[in-house]
């Protein structure tokens, strides 16, 4: 496989598909410790970190807020931040409540909820104490007061 973002969005998603089903084996032979649980959770951090950093992490990044739009133009490159639209903590919850971890339902949740958008740090910590909502992901944006831009409808 080449290094396409369809490609290494197919293999994140693959890669969670399998630590979730290794996560429901260790579950059903009651052989889960608390090791396998923040290993577990930190590699599938990481598959959530190459799904939304398909695009690139900041440059070819999709969505943006205004304000780090503007930040880009002054060329204060140093207050830009990836920030997961749906928080990467409740995502991995979402994943690790499958019963039956398919490919199919992995990707569709992946596609559908783990979306990037560049924001400066200072949006990035008021997002920070407002939970995700599945059915709209961009509600913590607007309840924060951060609009945004998607870059590829311009």
């Not at 639209?85 to 995502?91: A, G, L, Y």
């Amino acid at each position: 496989m080449s290094k396409s973002p369809e490609n290494e969005r197919a293999s994140a998603a693959y890669l969670c598909t399998h630590l979730l089903k290794v996560r429901r084996d260790l579950l059903t032979e009651g052989a889960y410790t608390p090791s396998h649980d923040r290993h577990l959770r930190e590699l599938a951090g990481v598959t959530l970190w190459k799904h939304s950093e398909a695009d690139g992490k900041i440059q070819g990044c999709r969505f943006w807020s205004h304000e780090a739009l503007a930040a880009q133009k002054r060329r204060q490159s140093k207050e830009l931040q990836h920030e997961h639209v749906f928080p990467k903590k409740q995502m991995i919850e979402l994943l690790f409540d499958l019963d039956s971890p398919d490919l199919a339902t992995v990707r569709r949740l992946l596609d559908e909820l783990n979306i990037a958008a560049v924001v400066t740090k200072t949006e990035h910590r008021r997002l920070g104490g407002i939970p995700g909502t599945r059915h709209d992901v961009w509600e913590r944006y607007r309840t924060a007061g951060i609009p945004w831009v998607d870059q590829t409808a311009q």
